[in-house]
């Protein structure tokens, strides 16, 4: 595996490779990799002649400081599995390369009602930070195709937004959450908890799953939602943010939906202090 840490390094290599013909598949990501995140890697090795895989923890898109802090890396152990899993390429830049100017706002991104629900309402400059540092490494690697998780459902709708507003040629390919057994949602986030905590968190997918299934059944949207958030609520440790069903293609909440609606359920919530998300699709 090639390792770059250098920007221009990176695009004289992949340069050369272009000269080949050669297809290029990015996989960007924040490090701590776990098996969803080598899912994404895999597909993108099916489907592209060569893999980039990025390692960087954007602090842009970080609004909460001590959470940026407390973001899991293990740089070592990530290179051994992209190592074993036959990556070609790792791009892992410094913050000094990334934002030379070290000026982490010197341009915004916006998008519009995107920003306004779920993730971007309670996470404000989230997405912006997110649109900033994917414009960044379409530039850079100006791939065939990029690769992004279900798992972040809104940034998808967000990397969709970006590709189609800025007329970046890369194709996005959206890849299924990947689950432990018990149903949590992988997440380099889930190493801050404990085992316990983990058992507990299971508990998010077990409810937005009984949404959806209440909805597949023909219930109300709304009924369905409040029975999912009760269920939840029988579990004191966990905090709610949100939980929400909504219309996927535009984040439109459950009382503007319409039966032509590709419907999803959504949550946010706290177990041991480290915030998590998760979602499933309804009717897929
Ligand atoms: P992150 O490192 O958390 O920023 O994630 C990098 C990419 O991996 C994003 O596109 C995520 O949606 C995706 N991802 C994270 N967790 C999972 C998972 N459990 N299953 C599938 N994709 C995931």
Do not use: W
Not at 259 to 264: L, N, Q
């Amino acid at each position: 595996m090639q390792i770059f840490k250098n920007i221009k390094s990176l695009q004289y290599f992949l340069a050369e490779e272009r000269q080949k013909k050669r297809s290029v598949g990015l996989v960007p990501t924040m490090g701590a990799l776990h098996e969803g995140h080598l899912k994404l890697l895999n597909q993108s090795q099916k489907e592209n002649d060569i893999t980039v895989c990025s390692i960087y923890v954007n602090p842009a898109q970080f609004n909460n400081t001590d959470d940026l802090k407390k973001y899991p890396r293990d740089l070592d152990h990530d290179q051994f599995l992209l190592e074993k899993q036959a990556c070609d390429v790792l791009f892992s830049p410094s913050d000094k390369e990334m934002y030379p100017e070290g000026n982490l706002n010197g341009i915004k991104l916006g998008f519009g009602k995107l920003e306004q629900v779920l993730e971007g309402k309670f996470r404000p400059g989230h997405f912006s930070g997110v649109g900033i540092i994917l414009s960044k490494l379409f530039h850079i690697v100006n791939s065939d195709k990029a690769y992004f998780g279900q798992k972040d459902l809104q940034q998808c709708s967000v990397v969709r937004k970006l590709i189609e507003e800025l007329f970046f040629s890369t194709q996005l390919v959206i890849v299924p959450t990947v689950r432990e057994n018990n149903g949590l949602a992988m997440s380099s986030r889930n190493t801050r908890l404990s085992e316990k905590g983990k058992d507990l968190a299971a508990n998010l997918y077990h409810a937005i799953t009984k949404v959806k299934n209440l909805i597949e059944e023909g219930e109300k949207i709304e009924v369905a939602r409040q029975a999912g958030i009760s269920t939840l609520k029988e579990q004191p440790k966990i905090r709610q943010e949100y939980f929400e069903v909504i219309d996927k293609r535009d984040f439109t909440t459950a009382a503007d939906i319409t039966p032509k609606s590709e419907i999803a359920v959504c949550v946010a919530a706290f177990v041991e202090e480290v915030r998590l998300i998760d979602n499933v699709l309804v009717f897929s």
